[in-house]
């Protein structure tokens, strides 16, 4: 029996089938990859809008870095130039960070304050205030204020200046910020209003002034401790009421002084003054205080010009006295 050749011819057919097979479904692929020309011209339009979005967006952060610029100038001119000075201190009290102001008022530059004590500038008689402040505004979560006197630049250091300290710990509670203000002004003025009330009250002791204010509306009245001494009260041993003076009045000048307080309450006269006897505290010198009672009074138009406040002077006859023998004598009280 003869060998079978190998069927040369049919498996050369079947390997061609095979690569063109392979060769169409490669075709197909390519084809399937490459874009048609109206997917590039959308791909195309997608970039440009992309890019004029990009080009806005950054025109955006542009104008907004510009206006954060400017916001940032202003906040720096308001910060540099305010009339307070602004401080930001450290808890143990180290300066590191101060506007213009606050360098006026330490009287250094601003440069040289970095990291100082801000303790330093304090006079030594407010240190133990200043130094509770600061205590205050780190552990008990409180915005504290207080009043101190700083110290001038140069030797020999004096207290140059008065200032009202406000504080306030910062959300972190690393640091803390200061308002300085300057009350030197203030400070003065209200010594000299202190040098003034105590000059004008030792001239009313000498001249033996005695004044009151009188509410016509509430009868609520002031009596100053000069006139409460005129009749030997001391200030918190008379009270401050119109009953209180009005029991005092001597019996006999009772209707003619409740006469010329109801006129004057009326407006039937623009002007009190009468001369009358009030009781002293020892209650034997009652007829000897001759005192002449004047006053002047404010008006409100919404009141229709009616009286509501009255002032007046009260002069002490005590010193020239004329003693009532005869009053005495009969032991008369009232």
């Given at each position: 029996?003869?060998?079978?050749?190998?069927?040369?011819?049919?498996?050369?057919?079947?390997?061609?089938?095979?690569?063109?097979?392979?060769?169409?479904?490669?075709?197909?692929?390519?084809?399937?990859?490459?874009?048609?020309?109206?997917?590039?011209?959308?791909?195309?339009?997608?970039?440009?809008?992309?890019?004029?979005?990009?080009?806005?967006?950054?025109?955006?952060?542009?104008?907004?870095?510009?206006?954060?610029?400017?916001?940032?100038?202003?906040?720096?001119?308001?910060?540099?130039?305010?009339?307070?000075?602004?401080?930001?201190?450290?808890?143990?009290?180290?300066?590191?960070?101060?506007?213009?102001?606050?360098?006026?008022?330490?009287?250094?530059?601003?440069?040289?304050?970095?990291?100082?004590?801000?303790?330093?500038?304090?006079s030594g008689a407010d240190l133990p205030l200043f130094n509770r402040m600061l205590e205050q505004v780190f552990l008990a979560k409180i915005d504290p204020n207080c009043e101190v006197d700083l110290l001038s630049a140069g030797p020999p250091q004096r207290s140059v200046r008065s200032v009202r300290i406000e504080a306030t710990r910062s959300p972190d509670g690393r640091d803390c910020r200061f308002v300085v203000l300057d009350i030197t002004e203030r400070k003065q003025a209200e010594e000299l209003l202190r040098q003034s009330a105590a000059r004008t009250s030792r001239i009313v002791r000498a001249a033996a002034l005695g004044l009151w204010e009188w509410n016509l509306l509430t009868d609520e009245v002031y009596f100053s401790p000069e006139w409460k001494g005129q009749l030997g009260y001391a200030d918190d041993e008379f009270a401050n009421r119109f009953d209180e003076w009005q029991k005092r009045v001597h019996p006999e000048d009772g209707p003619r002084v409740q006469a010329a307080v109801d006129d004057f309450r009326a407006g039937r006269t623009p002007r009190y003054a009468v001369e009358l006897r009030l009781r002293h505290r020892d209650g034997v010198a009652a007829l000897d205080r001759r005192q002449r009672r004047q006053c002047r009074v404010r008006f409100r138009a919404s009141n229709q010009g009616a009286s509501i406040l009255a002032r007046g002077v009260e002069v002490d006859r005590g010193h020239i006295q004329v003693r009532d023998a005869h009053c005495c004598a009969q032991g008369q009280d009232y």
């Amino acid at each position: 029996m003869k060998p079978t050749k190998p069927a040369v011819p049919q498996r050369r057919a079947t390997d061609q089938r095979r690569r063109a097979e392979d060769s169409l479904q490669a075709q197909a692929q390519s084809a399937a990859v490459q874009p048609s020309v109206l997917q590039i011209q959308k791909l195309l339009h997608e970039l440009e809008v992309h890019q004029i979005e990009l080009q806005m967006q950054n025109e955006e952060l542009r104008e907004s870095q510009a206006e954060t610029e400017t916001a940032l100038a202003r906040y720096t001119d308001l910060y540099d130039f305010a009339p307070a000075g602004y401080f930001t201190l450290q808890p143990d009290g180290a300066i590191t960070q101060l506007n213009l102001a606050g360098a006026r008022l330490l009287g250094r530059e601003r440069e040289l304050l970095t990291g100082k004590q801000f303790s330093a500038f304090v006079s030594g008689a407010d240190l133990p205030l200043f130094n509770r402040m600061l205590e205050q505004v780190f552990l008990a979560k409180i915005d504290p204020n207080c009043e101190v006197d700083l110290l001038s630049a140069g030797p020999p250091q004096r207290s140059v200046r008065s200032v009202r300290i406000e504080a306030t710990r910062s959300p972190d509670g690393r640091d803390c910020r200061f308002v300085v203000l300057d009350i030197t002004e203030r400070k003065q003025a209200e010594e000299l209003l202190r040098q003034s009330a105590a000059r004008t009250s030792r001239i009313v002791r000498a001249a033996a002034l005695g004044l009151w204010e009188w509410n016509l509306l509430t009868d609520e009245v002031y009596f100053s401790p000069e006139w409460k001494g005129q009749l030997g009260y001391a200030d918190d041993e008379f009270a401050n009421r119109f009953d209180e003076w009005q029991k005092r009045v001597h019996p006999e000048d009772g209707p003619r002084v409740q006469a010329a307080v109801d006129d004057f309450r009326a407006g039937r006269t623009p002007r009190y003054a009468v001369e009358l006897r009030l009781r002293h505290r020892d209650g034997v010198a009652a007829l000897d205080r001759r005192q002449r009672r004047q006053c002047r009074v404010r008006f409100r138009a919404s009141n229709q010009g009616a009286s509501i406040l009255a002032r007046g002077v009260e002069v002490d006859r005590g010193h020239i006295q004329v003693r009532d023998a005869h009053c005495c004598a009969q032991g008369q009280d009232y």
